[in-house]
C-alpha cells in the first residue's frame, strides 16, 4: 500500500491539477447579451450609437454566442450581408430568428452583420456589426450572399448558427502551453521530493 505522505503520491494529484487548469485556460467561452440591456429594441435617443459602441468594446471569440432578448410578437434578428447591412435592406435574410430568445454561436472567423427584422427598426439603429479576429488579428469576411454560392446551393446555416464549434487546433502556443504546464508540474515535484 502506498505511503499517502511520500512526496510520490503527491505527482498524480499536481499533474491533475495542472491539466484541469489548462483546460480552464484553453476553453473560455463567453455568452453576450447583445448590448447589455434589458432587450434587442431600437436604441433610445439618450443612447443612438449603443449598439455600435457595444460592439467596439467587446472582444469575440470562435465558441462565443449573441443571445438576442426580445419580445417575440414585436421584433426579431436576422443576419444580413454587408451590403443588406448598409442600406438596411430586410429581403433575403441569411438567417432570421423570431422566438425571443435568440442565441447566435459564432463558429468561424470574419465580420458578422444583423439587424431587426422589423421593417423601419434598422433605419432607426436597430442594428450591429461584429467582428471575430483570427489567430492572426485579421477579421476577413466569410463568403455569403448569391454570388458566393453555386445557383444550386442553398446557405448552409449550421455552419453559422447552431453547432458546437470546433476544439482548437494544435497549434505551436497550444504545444506550448502544454510544455510549459508540464515542465512546471516536473518542477513542483522535484522541489517536494527535495523537501520530503
Known amino acids: 500500500m502506498a505511503n499517502l505522505r511520500s512526496p510520490r503520491s503527491l505527482v498524480l494529484p499536481i499533474y491533475a491539477f495542472q491539466l484541469f487548469l489548462l483546460a480552464q485556460i484553453q476553453v ?24 455600435s459602441f457595444w ?8 465558441g462565443d454566442s449573441l443571445l438576442f432578448l426580445y419580445p417575440p410578437s414585436q421584433d426579431s434578428v436576422i443576419q444580413v450581408t454587408e451590403q443588406n447591412y448598409n ?8 438567417l432570421y ?7 447566435f454561436n459564432i463558429t468561424t472567423h470574419g465580420v458578422f452583420y444583423f439587424t431587426s427584422g422589423v421593417p423601419g427598426h434598422c433605419e ?12 492572426n488579428g485579421s477579421a ?17 446555416y449550421p455552419t453559422v448558427f447552431g453547432t458546437i464549434p470546433l476544439p482548437p487546433s494544435s497549434s505551436p502556443t497550444n504545444r506550448f502551453s502544454i510544455f510549459l504546464s508540464v515542465v512546471i508540474g516536473a518542477a513542483i515535484s522535484a522541489m517536494i521530493d527535495g523537501f520530503m
Open 28 to 51: 473560455s467561452c463567453y455568452q453576450y447579451k447583445v448590448g447589455d440591456l434589458d432587450a434587442w429594441s431600437i436604441p433610445t435617443s439618450a443612447n443612438p450609437q449603443v449598439y
Open 140 to 156: 476577413y469576411s466569410p463568403s455569403y450572399g448569391p454570388s458566393a454560392l453555386p445557383d444550386t446551393a442553398a446557405p448552409s
Open 124 to 135: 432607426k439603429k436597430q442594428k450591429l456589426r461584429i467582428s471575430v479576429l483570427s489567430g
Open 87 to 94: 442600406f438596411c435592406n430586410l429581403t433575403d435574410p441569411l
Open 97 to 103: 430568428m423570431n422566438n425571443g430568445n435568440s442565441l
Open 55 to 62: 460592439s467596439k468594446y467587446h472582444t469575440f471569440q470562435i
